[in-house]
């Protein structure tokens, strides 16, 4: 038995030596860099920046290559005699007369042209202007750039919100493990004690099973919440993106404490902006976008000018007459038949414009009433720590009275037992309680866009 306990005194040393702590301010850090939801937003601004990029060149001048080669079955173009000199009688004898005179001489009476050729030029064109729609279009993509850092920002805050919730229950089953881990080293001490009042025959044999009885529901329970506090750390470093391996979870420790909570005066803001947070400069670039949607449906309404010019080699009429060549040139466009359809697009802007007004006052009317909740959560349960604290000194003092009355012969095993549980489970509460303070002061913090130290 004593070589066991040696063995087992060895072990537990070695793990004590090979156990990892991990800060939340690390878990904070791997998440915002590594989590997938970040990833992912990180790659929604990076494509809103090449989004952004594409459209600046719209301003850009528009240079193309052409190039055509043909060759017909038959000419495109033939012109006879009787094409030139019209179907009159006096017509018709001068084309006979010309036809022979033609074939007498080995001339075709006819001209054929166009049956192979080739064309090759470069044009450039600049529009020089497009009904507003390419400065427009060049502010959407800054609206959108814009939209996705803020999204971003609101995907990071909602990661750290994830980890903060995550490990700050974990930090309060430790402390829960603590506690069981004192409970099970009294209910040891008890059951010494009861050993040595049995063979004395001054307890019965029931006080005894009920202790062991009380000891084996301990030792589940602690079995169980060690499984669960591996579950949580495996779920917390994944969430993190933090490599981890499934024999080390139960020798890692979170490293930060419950201990010390910033009171309501020092957390809650006097005068708190909701009106400039992510959201609300999210629903304004909403609006700002359906109002650059219109002034682009509105450039479909209005002509578009520009300029160009080609330069080329044209050969066209066949090899033999190929030479290089260029031309200036404007082009003016006037929509016409599309004047309707762009004119209900206008208005159907103008409704979702509208909208999206009356959306960013409803919306911004719900971040002010989270903001009170999350005030209001704050000060009750800063106010239910401190009962808490005041059960937990109860149970203890009436734990301690407890112990000194089982000494002393004056109480039972059941009544030490029930006072002991009434501490843990007055423990817990205030461990509860604290975790839950943590994670309302961060709730408050991001309805103001801000980030607890």
Not at 75 to 82: A, D, F, Q
Not at 104 to 111: A, D, H, M, S, V
Not at 139 to 149: K, M, P, T, Y
Request: charged fraction near 25%; proline fraction near 3%.
């Amino acid at each position: 038995m004593k070589r066991l306990f040696t063995i087992i005194l060895l072990l537990a040393q070695t793990l004590a030596a090979f156990s990892q702590t991990l800060s939340l301010e690390e878990c904070l850090k791997s998440a915002s860099e590594n989590s997938p939801t970040s990833r992912k937003s990180a790659l929604d601004t990076k494509a809103a920046k090449a989004m952004r990029a594409e459209a600046r060149w719209e301003y850009a001048p528009r240079v193309s290559v052409n190039a055509i080669a043909y060759d017909a079955l038959n000419p495109l173009v033939r012109i006879t005699l009787g094409d030139v000199l019209g179907s009159s009688d006096a017509a018709t004898v001068l084309k006979e007369n010309l036809n022979a005179l033609a074939y007498e001489n080995g001339i075709k009476p006819y001209f054929e042209t166009l049956s192979r050729g080739h064309v090759a030029m470069a044009t450039v064109l600049q529009p020089l202007f497009a009904g507003g729609r390419i400065i427009n279009g060049n502010r959407l993509a800054g609206i959108g750039l814009n939209a996705s850092s803020l999204q971003e920002e609101l995907a990071l805050r909602e990661v750290r919100d994830s980890v903060e919730i995550k490990y700050w229950r974990i930090v309060a089953l430790q402390e829960k493990e603590k506690t069981l881990v004192e409970t099970m080293k009294l209910v040891r001490s008890l059951e010494k004690d009861l050993e040595s009042a049995m063979e004395a025959g001054l307890v019965t044999e029931l006080a005894m099973r009920e202790l062991k009885t009380k000891k084996a529901q301990l030792e589940a329970g602690m079995f169980r919440l060690s499984g669960s506090l591996s579950l949580l750390k495996m779920d917390l470093l994944d969430y993190a993106g933090i490599a981890f391996d499934y024999l080390e979870l139960r020798s890692l420790k979170l490293s930060d404490s419950l201990d010390m909570l910033p009171p309501p005066e020092e957390v809650l803001s006097e005068n708190p902006g909701v009106d400039d947070t992510v959201e609300s400069r999210l629903l304004d670039l909403q609006v700002s976008a359906k109002e650059t949607e219109k002034r682009m449906a509105v450039g479909e309404l209005l002509p578009q000018v520009a300029i160009g010019a080609s330069y080329g080699y044209n050969a066209i009429m066949g090899p033999q007459s190929g030479r290089f060549n260029g031309l200036v040139f404007a082009t003016v466009k006037i929509p016409v038949t599309d004047l309707g359809k762009a004119s209900a697009r206008v208005r159907r802007y103008n409704y979702d414009i509208e909208k999206a007004r009356e959306d960013r006052e409803y919306l911004l009317s719900r971040l002010r009433l989270r903001e009170g909740m999350c005030r209001l959560e704050v000060e009750t349960l800063w106010r239910e720590i401190y009962a808490a604290e005041e059960g937990v000194r109860y149970a203890e003092l009436n734990l301690e009275k407890a112990s000194v009355r089982f000494k002393a012969g004056q109480t039972t095993v059941s009544d030490i037992l029930q006072a002991n549980m009434a501490c843990a489970e007055a423990k817990e509460a205030l461990l509860s309680r604290k975790a839950a303070y943590k994670n309302a002061v961060n709730a408050y913090l991001n309805c103001l866009g801000e980030t607890a130290e």
